[in-house]
């Protein structure tokens, strides 16, 4: 299988991380020193290993079909991507972007994959990093395959209806393993899985549906973002109070009898003195 | 009669110092962990679905205070959002959703009660007495052992613990013990404070 260079689906894919960049520059509020982005590519492109350059410099070679590189922390600003066959000058590249807006702070996944139509494209995606209670986990599902709408299920009940091409579907939940299939939007069709998915506490997993359906290539492909986790509410350890260390009982009763008496001898003494 | 009334208060009042619980100690444990500057070569991962490896301690021994405790791993409780102490008092509980038995970074914690209304006397009763260099065992899957050495014991209010420390993922690899303690408030059936020790592998 080879792959056409697309200008519209990278052009397409500019736009959005474009628009990407400037929506982030708006939500970023007050000047606070910016912390670089970071930046993780997928590939969701079956039969076409690439080498992948930013701003001109080769950065992932040799990259593979259903594999995830990175995290790559860029700076915030603009940047050439390309994708070539590996050992191609990056003026033959499959698919290029340029000018691309990675905004500060932010958590990006760089997918290159095919789009409804089948075409290659660098779908930008921005990753939710919000740190999950203890205790739970993040499931995205992505919908990055040359396939129509289709619903993600979990143990067999629909998590994620009518997801298309680009679109994803995302949920906190009890980290645990579930059994998870792809399906023909409304349908009982299976086109993917099931797949058991380990779902670790603390951290997003992303699972991109890849490939065609077609070409009978449709793939999952994994990333996990870690370190999301929280520390527990707290941790109650004891309700019988046998470890209270404060002062037991009768030794304030020793005190308190003490004190009774000196104040007794006092003012016997004092009594005794008048007379 | 003043000389003994005078004594009496003495010896009560030199009870009630002793009983005070002696002062927290601590080596600072570095937390922080170093963020890689940005790589030349990026690495790149197998696109497949992570799994979560067995990792569990199953027992704990602490010599100094007679203790050898099934550990049993555990997570949230669900209502509260609490960890999850084993309810059982002679158990004390590894959170499953932190660093394991053989972690090469963060804290392992297991939490034990210090006693409770209906079993009496827990695991952890004497936490609170440890000293530094007391040895603290954890026994991993397979019977192996990895040996550490307390180098702190702290004690909070619950309401001001930093859970967040304790509970880290990253820094240097250390072992967290946690129970309760500090004064006990009858009516709700809460002590006030946790008590903590932090352990570092034996060199």
Redesign the interface.
């Known amino acids: 299988m080879s792959i056409i260079p697309v200008r519209r689906a990278a052009t397409v894919g500019a736009v959005a991380l474009i628009a990407l960049g400037t929506a982030g520059a708006f939500a970023s509020g007050p000047a606070y020193a910016k912390a ?1 982005a970071s930046v993780t ?3 969701g492109i079956p039969g076409q290993p690439v080498d992948v350059y930013v701003n001109g410099e080769k ?2 070679p040799g ?2 079909p ?5 995290p ?3 700076p915030a600003g603009q940047y050439d991507i390309a994708l070539t066959k590996p050992g191609d000058a990056i003026g033959s590249a499959l698919l290029t972007v340029n000018d691309a807006e990675v905004p500060a702070d932010a958590n990006i996944s760089l997918v290159a994959h095919l789009d409804a139509g089948g075409k290659p494209a660098l779908t930008p995606f921005v990753n939710d990093t919000a740190k999950l ?3 739970k986990t993040r499931l995205i599902v992505r919908h990055a395959a040359a396939a129509p709408a289709v619903d993600i299920r979990a143990g067999g009940e629909p998590v994620f209806e009518g997801v298309t091409n680009g679109k994803e579907g995302k949920a906190d939940l ?2 645990g393993t579930v059994s998870a299939d792809v399906v023909l939007a409304g349908t009982d069709t299976r086109v993917l899985g099931p ?4 779902l ?3 951290a997003a ?1 992303i ?2 549906a890849v490939g065609s359906a077609e070409d009978e290539t449709l793939d ?5 973002i ?2 999301l ?20 009982l009768p ?2 009763g ?2 308190a ?10 003012t ?2 004092a009594v005794g003195r008048r007379r | 009669m003043v000389a003994l009334g005078v004594s009496l208060v003495a010896v009560s009042g030199v009870v009630a110092c002793q009983s005070q619980p002696a002062a927290d100690f601590a080596t600072p444990v570095a937390v922080a962990p170093s963020s890689a500057p940005a790589p030349v070569r990026v690495p790149v991962s197998d696109g497949s679905p992570p799994t979560t490896g067995a990792d569990a301690p199953v027992r704990l021994s602490i010599p100094a205070l007679r203790l050898d405790a099934k550990v049993a791993a555990v997570g949230i409780d669900e209502r509260t959002g609490d960890f999850a102490v084993p309810p059982s008092v002679d158990r004390v509980g590894w959170y499953r959703f932190g660093p394991g038995f053989s972690a090469p970074a963060g804290s392992i914690v297991v939490a034990g009660h210090v006693d409770s209304a209906a079993e009496g006397k827990g695991a952890f009763f004497r936490l609170g007495s440890l000293e530094a260099g007391d040895v603290v065992t954890l026994t991993g899957p397979g019977g192996k052992d990895r040996a550490f050495e307390v180098t702190a014991r702290e004690r909070y209010r619950k309401t001001a613990i930093p859970l967040e420390k304790y509970f880290a993922r990253d820094g240097e690899v250390r072992l967290t013990l946690i129970t309760c303690g500090g004064p006990f408030d009858a009516a709700t059936k809460h002590y006030r404070d946790n008590v903590v020790v932090t352990a570092v592998p034996r060199a």
Do not use: C, M
């Open positions: 670089n590519v997928v590939h950065t992932v990259f593979q259903g594999k995830v590189a990175g790559l922390s860029l209670a203890a205790g009890d980290a797949a058991d998915l380990d670790a506490e603390g997993t699972v991109y999952l492909v994994t990333q996990s870690t370190g986790h929280s520390a527990p509410g707290g941790v109650p350890s004891g309700n019988g109070g046998q470890a209270d260390r404060g002062l037991s030794w304030y020793v005190g009898a003490g004190i009774l008496l000196a104040l007794a001898g006092l016997r003494l």
